[in-house]
C-alpha cells in the first residue's frame, strides 16, 4: 500500500524558515517523481514544486520560485521542501504527492506564516 | 502559463441525477488531465487519468471525456457520497495548474 506521511508543520513569522519532509513507503520511491502541493484555507489546490525521481530536474510555480527549494534522499525514502521568506499568503496546508501525475498523496500538513 | 478554466464554481444536485464539470484548457494538453475529488478535511483522491481512465477503486457511475480542448467529468446516479469538491488538474507542462474546483452539493 502506498503511503506519504508529511511532517513538519507550525507556526512561523513572516521571514522566517521552515523544513518539510514527506516519508514514502508501498513502492519504489527513486523512480518516481514527488511534486508538493498546498492549498491555503478554503481555498484551492495550488501545484508548487516537483522533483524528478534521480533530482535531475525540478521544476516551480512562480509563487514560491527563489524561495523554496525541493528535495529528496532516496536512501531515506523521504521528500523536502525547505522554506525561506515565508510569508502570510504562504500560509496552507502542504500535501506531497507520488509521480508526475500525482496519484497518490499524503494527508498533508498545515503551516501557518503569522506575526 | 496554461489557464483551466472550471464550471460550474457550484453544482446542486439531487440524488439520483447525472451531472457534467467541464474544464477548458487554455493551450491544447492532450489528454494530461486528471480529475481529483476533494472532500472535506481529506486529501484529494484521484479519480479519472488520461482525460478518460478510471481510477483504480473509483465507481463506474464516474466517467471522463473529451471535446477538443474542453474537457468532462460526468457522474451518473448521483449519490450521497459523491458530495464533494471536484479540480482538474492538466499535467502537459509545467507549472502544473488545477482548475478552481467545483463544489458538488445536495440540492
Known amino acids: 500500500e502506498v503511503q506519504l506521511v508529511e511532517s513538519g508543520e507550525g507556526l512561523v513569522q513572516p521571514g522566517s524558515s521552515m523544513k518539510l519532509s514527506c516519508v514514502a513507503s508501498?513502492?519504489?520511491?527513486?523512480?518516481?517523481?514527488m511534486n508538493w502541493i498546498r492549498q491555503a484555507p478554503k481555498k484551492g489546490l495550488e501545484w508548487i514544486a516537483l522533483?524528478?525521481?534521480?533530482?535531475?530536474?525540478?521544476y516551480y510555480a512562480d509563487s514560491v520560485k527563489g524561495r523554496f527549494t525541493i528535495s529528496r534522499d532516496n536512501s531515506k525514502n523521504t521528500l523536502y521542501l525547505e522554506m525561506n521568506s515565508l510569508r502570510s499568503e504562504d500560509t496552507a496546508m502542504y500535501y506531497c504527492?507520488?509521480?508526475?501525475?500525482?496519484?497518490?498523496w499524503g494527508q498533508g500538513v498545515m503551516v501557518t506564516v503569522s506575526s | 502559463d496554461i489557464q483551466m478554466t472550471q464550471s460550474p464554481s457550484s453544482l446542486p444536485a439531487s440524488l439520483g441525477d447525472r451531472v457534467t464539470i467541464t474544464c477548458r484548457a487554455s493551450?491544447?494538453?492532450?489528454?494530461?488531465l486528471r480529475w481529483f475529488q476533494q472532500k472535506p478535511g481529506k486529501s484529494p483522491r484521484l479519480m479519472i487519468y488520461?482525460?478518460?481512465n478510471l481510477a483504480a477503486g473509483v465507481p463506474s457511475r464516474f466517467s471522463g471525456s473529451r471535446s477538443g480542448s474542453d474537457y468532462s467529468l460526468t457522474i451518473n446516479s448521483l449519490e450521497s457520497e459523491d458530495m464533494a469538491i471536484y479540480y482538474c488538474?492538466?499535467?502537459?507542462?509545467?507549472?502544473?495548474?488545477f482548475g478552481a474546483g467545483t463544489k458538488l452539493e445536495l440540492k
Open positions: 488538474l492538466q499535467h502537459n507542462e509545467y507549472p502544473y495548474t
Open positions: 522533483i524528478y525521481y534521480d533530482s535531475s530536474s525540478k
Open positions: 504527492a507520488k509521480s508526475a501525475a500525482l496519484d497518490y
Open positions: 488520461g482525460a478518460t
Open positions: 493551450q491544447d494538453i492532450g489528454n494530461y
Open positions: 508501498g513502492f519504489t520511491f527513486s523512480n518516481y517523481g
